[in-house]
């Protein structure tokens, strides 16, 4: 049984740095073409993709995103963690960590972690 | 990037009826469409990928059609749990992209 739990404060002054972790089981990051990938919901808005890391350490990031946004695995520890500088009020929002197969379509998903930014 | 349109962004059905959502990308992503479910409060669920094949355990009433740049994710009758938000993403470049999602409400 494949499960993701995220975890990191729940509130984050602007321009903080804020981390995420992603702790999993039931899969490796270490199987060829498995990856992890980082996807946040403001509230009442849509989706959006942030970033994945796949078992090779390859990774792709939003395009809008990507100058704040670091992903990188422990795979030892089942672990991937996101972490985004600056943070600004419009960063609020559910983050979700989900298992994602070929970097494809997003297989299973964590319960999410609300991240409020205020000062 | 590929921009992910859904519509309608509302749409009201009565129990028992269909319900047809659509997705249209701003350029051809073959057929690497998925299309997920989200109840208030929940993670999305994933219910469609290949833009037609069902993920384990989605009841057959859902299904997925479509290639290129227009999908359509139809609910052949619908029952109470359905009402949700539906939200299609391409998986067919970098970065991923969602669409902004269908809300379907009871009518």
């Known amino acids: 049984q494949v499960t993701l739990r995220e975890s990191g404060p729940a509130l984050v002054k602007p321009t903080q740095t804020l981390t995420l972790t992603c702790n999993f089981s039931g899969f490796s990051l270490s199987t060829s073409g498995m990856c992890v990938s980082w996807i946040r919901q403001p509230p009442g808005k849509a989706l959006e993709w942030l970033a994945r890391i796949d078992w090779d350490d390859d990774k792709n990031y939003s395009t809008s995103l990507k100058t704040r946004l670091t992903i990188s695995k422990d795979t030892s520890k089942n672990q991937v963690v996101l972490t985004m500088t600056n943070m600004d009020p419009v960063d609020t929002a559910t983050y979700y960590c989900?298992?994602?197969?070929?970097?494809?379509?997003?297989?299973?998903w964590g319960q999410g972690t609300l991240v409020t930014v205020s000062s | 990037e590929i921009v992910m349109t859904q519509s309608p962004a509302t749409l009201s059905v009565s129990p028992g009826e269909r319900a047809t959502l659509s997705c249209r990308a701003s350029?051809?992503?073959?057929?690497?469409l998925a299309w997920y479910q989200q109840k208030p409060g929940q993670a999305p669920r994933l219910l469609i990928y290949?833009?037609?094949t069902r993920a384990t355990g989605i009841p057959a009433r859902f299904s997925g059609s479509g290639s290129g740049t227009e999908f359509t994710l139809s609910i052949s009758s619908l029952q109470s749990e359905d009402f949700a938000v539906y939200c299609c993403q391409q998986y067919n470049n970098w970065p991923r992209t969602f669409g902004q999602g269908t809300k379907v409400e009871i009518k």
């Open positions: 989900a298992r994602t197969t070929l970097g494809s379509y997003l297989d299973d």
């Open positions: 350029q051809s992503v073959s057929s690497n």
């Open positions: 290949g833009a037609s």
